[in-house]
């Protein structure tokens, strides 16, 4: 969500590379691991 390269070397392109670029990559470090465990946490 910072850099727009996935943890095994891929690079993210289309939109998902705007949106690094233009919007998540200007966050902390602090809300894109809060961001990360909203998307990942369990919902019923």
Not at 20 to 37: M, N, Q, V
């Amino acid at each position: 969500m910072s850099s727009g390269i996935t943890p095994d070397g891929d690079v993210l392109g289309g939109s998902m590379g705007e949106v690094i670029r233009d919007g998540t990559g200007f966050l902390s470090a602090e809300d894109r691991k809060a961001i990360a465990t909203y998307l990942m946490a369990e919902t019923d």
